[in-house]
């Protein structure tokens, strides 16, 4: 699945031209991707215990994320994610989310936490809530409504 969302994002994050059957392809994968990452992205809140930090299904999270980024910074596919129910909604509560549970146990979702001297720690959630706001942006960008919700 990782791998999956790995080649998507590269496709996504082409600079090349897409003519307007591959943009409606994309369009029909950022509605599942999605759906997939606002059913899904609790499943991160699991990578602050120790045991659960190689967790296939946060990992698979993290990567719905990156490519919900790319996806969003494409002017011709951040209209129809900006204009999907919850998407927005989902974002601000799992960083509040993020937000608590690094407060509570080791912050593993922050890159200035991460940090143990001279080495860093190479945690899959280091920059996840970064990509939070980053997705949270994108969704607000040029759009009145979206803005006003937050």
Do not use: W
């Not at 509605?31 to 045991?51: H, R, Y």
């Not at 549970?101 to 809530?129: D, L, R, Y």
Request: hydrophobic share 40%; aromatic share 4%; net charge negative.
């Amino acid at each position: 699945r990782v791998t999956l969302l790995e080649l998507i994002m590269t496709k996504v994050s082409e600079n090349n031209p897409v003519t307007s059957e591959e943009m409606n392809v994309f369009v029909r994968h950022a509605d599942f991707i999605a759906g997939c990452f606002q059913e899904k992205c609790e499943a991160v809140l699991k990578l602050t215990s120790a045991a659960d930090a190689e967790d296939e299904k946060a990992l698979v999270t993290i990567r719905l994320l990156d490519v919900l980024c790319e996806m969003t910074s494409n002017n011709g596919q951040l209209e129809h994610l900006q204009a999907l129910p919850g998407l927005l909604e989902t974002a601000i509560d799992t960083l509040r989310l993020t937000h608590l549970a690094g407060k509570q146990a080791v912050n593993i979702f922050t890159a200035t936490h991460a940090m143990t001297g001279q080495e860093e720690i190479s945690h899959p959630a280091v920059g996840f809530k970064s990509h939070l706001i980053r997705l949270i942006g994108n969704l607000c960008y040029k759009n009145k409504e979206n803005q006003d919700k937050v």
